[in-house]
Structures are given as structure tokens and as C-alpha cells.
């Protein structure tokens, strides 16, 4: 996994309430809706990660920027003549705001996912070598066991990233190698 470097996101994802970040959203917002019709679908954004955004390493994320568009999505909402397929710029900085945090959370993910197969087995989640840095995100568990299960939502013995997006939104999942605001005098 390469080193993210977390200042660079952060002063990417505009999505923070100030005058500045929301001035940044309307010009990211018009690079990314290229045809100006006021909504993005799920391809679009991710494209706009790549191209506009330009992050790569979140641009190999998919299933965080996937995460992210419906989150958005289902939070706000709409009377949207287009379905909630699409994203207007009203909810972009939600969207942006998830991403970052589901990018965290997938960074996370993937180091527990030691098998590479994107989902995590209970062998992993369970692993004495793992227990540690999972505890130092979340804080202390008390049965790996049973918190494996609770976080296998659909029983299928192995946890997925949306099954795991949520256990981390409710744990507050952070993890120790991210920069979550931007260092003073910045």
C-alpha cells in the first residue's frame, strides 16, 4: 500500500463550511459536471476524482467513492427530477466529506485484509497480530469473536467494506497515520 500523503487529500476535498472551501466546491462542482446539467451520476464523480480532483490513490479506491456517492445520497434526500441516481452540488460537500472519511476507513479495511480478496475473514479480523492496531482505531474490544459477528451484517462469514463502513461510522474509526485537519500555520 503506498503512503498516502494526507495533507494533499485534505487540501483536495474541499468540505469544510468557510467561504474559501465553498468557492473551491463551485469550481470543482463545474469541472466535474461537464455537461452543466446540475447533476453527476456515480461515473461522473469518479471520473472527477481522477481528472479534477486528482487524487490517485483515491481514484483506486472505487469502493470508498462508491460508498461515498450513495451515503451522500441517502442522507439528502431530494425532490431530484433525476432519481437519486444523481448528485446535485447541494449534497458535493457531504460527498466530499465522506470521501475522505471512507478513504480513512478503506485504508483500514485494506491493512486488515490481509488476504487481499476485499472482504475481511474472521481469521483476519480475529488475528492476535491485528488485535492491537484495531483496538488503537476504535478503542478496546472486548471479543473479537463477537464483534466480528456484529459487524457480518448479512451472515455471510466474512465482513465487506459497506458492512465495515458502518461499524466504523458507529466506532469512530480513526486510524493512527492520517492527518485529520490541516496543521497550524498551514
Not at 461522473?44 to 472505487?62: H, P, Q, Y
Amino acid at each position: 500500500m503506498a503512503d498516502i500523503d494526507w495533507l494533499v487529500v485534505n487540501a483536495r476535498l474541499p468540505y469544510k463550511r468557510t467561504l474559501e472551501e465553498k468557492e473551491e466546491r463551485k469550481r470543482l462542482w463545474r469541472n466535474i459536471d461537464i455537461n452543466g446539467n446540475g447533476f453527476v451520476s456515480l461515473a461522473e464523480i469518479t471520473k472527477g476524482i481522477r481528472d479534477v480532483i486528482n487524487i490517485g490513490d483515491l481514484f483506486d479506491c472505487r469502493p470508498a467513492i462508491n460508498r461515498a456517492f450513495h451515503f451522500s445520497r441517502d442522507i439528502h434526500k431530494s425532490d431530484n427530477p433525476q432519481g437519486d441516481d444523481y448528485l446535485q452540488f447541494r449534497e458535493f460537500r457531504l460527498f466530499l466529506q465522506a470521501v475522505r472519511q471512507f478513504f480513512e476507513y478503506y485504508q483500514a479495511f485494506d491493512r486488515i485484509d490481509t488476504g487481499d480478496d476485499n472482504r475481511v475473514s474472521r481469521e483476519e479480523f480475529t488475528s492476535d497480530a491485528l488485535k492491537t492496531t484495531i483496538e488503537k482505531w476504535v478503542g478496546p474490544i472486548e471479543n473479537m469473536d463477537a464483534e466480528f459477528d456484529e459487524i457480518d451484517k448479512n451472515g455471510g462469514g466474512q465482513i465487506l467494506f459497506a458492512e465495515f463502513v458502518d461499524w466504523a461510522l458507529e466506532k469512530n474509526l480513526d486510524i493512527e497515520d492520517d492527518v485529520d485537519e490541516d496543521l497550524p500555520g498551514e
